[in-house]
């Protein structure tokens, strides 16, 4: 078997462990493979482009020798830490070794495709549509599975951009275009749904500040707000089976995030829950009470006080070292240093939307990266951003950075 092939082989079987589980140290552990494996000399843009995260990772580990930490909790972030990190240029140094981004595309839409059938099968089997709320379709299939987003986007624009399309038998794309768009339904996911919007406008260039981008982001705007103005307008009940359930969720969406929640009512939990992003990230901003912890916040090992005791994946637990909102917690892990530079980061990988392109290649690989950058600034107020444990773009974003280098 020819080197080529292993390298295929083995990027599939990447793709497989990032999507199939969802535990930090194995992605740690795997990205480290991955750049013992494949390391190569680290070029000057490449450095460039995880500069930003550098200096996070080094604001948090400066700050961790302020204050006492216990030895696993420090690890444990430090590891949060560094993962995005390792991720980009794994993702790098394995598209190095592809060198072909067709071959790229094709693998990762083969793999995603498996988890999609694997997805169907399991709901088709075990849910009964007729009384099953959504809740209950997602604890089957799960909640959410974001490459899919990303898979969708380059089947529709492989309609557009002929060096998108890698499944060349029609009868196929279609077929595995249906699964992805049955599969990408039934997640019910709230980020799955903006982000596809996002990467819609991106694939086509429509994230740049322009009449036309201003046009289309005016639209989907318009949109939203006409959507939010029917669901403010009728009652819908949390509990209810089918759709009723979903549209709760998508209305409480934005009072989940912002509204900031102090006292607790011991008899109304359920108001907790439908602003538990909200809560988690008032009391880490609460908890930034001095004028060094507040420029570099307080480092790798800190944990955030909920002040009560949650059952939070079959576990009580008062004292938690993550959060969703992605932006309060590098604030809390490092100040607001290191909050500037991770906006540094997004808006330098967004930015890519205007960077002259010398062939149409170049220019969808641009979009693409820009589209990975609003995402990104989109899901750090929702699931931590680039730091979720299941966080698969950074590794995306760095295979695409060497192959608008080397296209």
Do not use: C
């Amino acid at each position: 078997m020819n080197s080529i092939k292993l390298n295929n082989i083995f990027l599939g079987l990447t793709f497989f462990i990032l999507i199939q589980f969802s535990v930090i140290e194995i992605h740690f552990g795997l990205h480290f493979l991955i750049l013992i494996m494949f390391y190569t000399k680290v070029s000057k843009k490449l450095f460039q482009s995880i500069l930003f995260l550098i200096i996070i990772f080094s604001i948090g580990l400066f700050s961790s020798f302020l204050q006492k930490k216990t030895l696993y909790d420090f690890t444990k972030d430090l590891v949060y830490f560094l993962t995005p990190i390792l991720s980009f240029v794994s993702g790098y140094f394995i598209a190095k070794r592809i060198e072909k981004l067709s071959l790229f595309l094709k693998v990762i839409i083969y793999v995603t495709t498996l988890f999609s059938i694997v997805h169907l099968f399991l709901i088709f089997s075990q849910i009964n549509f007729a009384d099953s709320t959504i809740s209950d379709i997602r604890k089957v299939g799960g909640i959410s599975n974001i490459i899919e987003v990303f898979v969708l986007i380059i089947l529709i624009g492989s309609y557009k951009y002929e060096f998108l399309d890698v499944v060349r038998n029609k009868l196929l794309k279609k077929l595995i275009l249906v699964i992805f768009l049955s599969s990408f339904t039934l997640y019910f996911s709230r980020t799955m749904f903006v982000s596809m919007l996002i990467f819609l406008l991106a694939i086509y260039g429509h994230l740049k500040i322009t009449s036309k981008g201003i046009k289309y982001i005016v639209i989907i705007l318009l949109f939203f707000t006409l959507f939010y103005t029917y669901l403010f307008s009728v009652k819908l009940d949390r509990g209810k089976p089918g759709l009723e359930s979903f549209l709760y969720k998508m209305k409480i969406a934005p009072s989940e995030i912002f509204t900031p929640i102090r006292k607790i009512d011991p008899n109304n939990y359920a108001y907790l829950w439908d602003h538990w992003r909200a809560y988690e990230a008032t009391v880490a901003i609460d908890q930034i009470n001095t004028l060094p912890t507040f420029f570099i916040g307080k480092g790798y090992g800190a944990l955030i006080d909920l002040k009560i005791k949650v059952n939070l994946g079959g576990t009580e637990m008062r004292y938690i070292p993550s959060i969703h909102n992605g932006y309060i917690f590098v604030f809390f892990k490092t100040g607001v240093l290191g909050l500037v530079f991770y906006f540094l980061f997004l808006i330098n990988i967004y930015l890519s939307a205007y960077y002259k392109a010398s062939s149409k290649k170049i220019m969808v690989i641009n979009y693409l990266i820009a589209g990975i950058g609003v995402h990104f600034l989109f899901t750090s107020l929702i699931i931590n951003g680039i730091y979720n444990i299941e966080e698969i773009f950074v590794f995306i974003l760095g295979s695409l950075f060497f192959f608008r280098m080397n296209a």
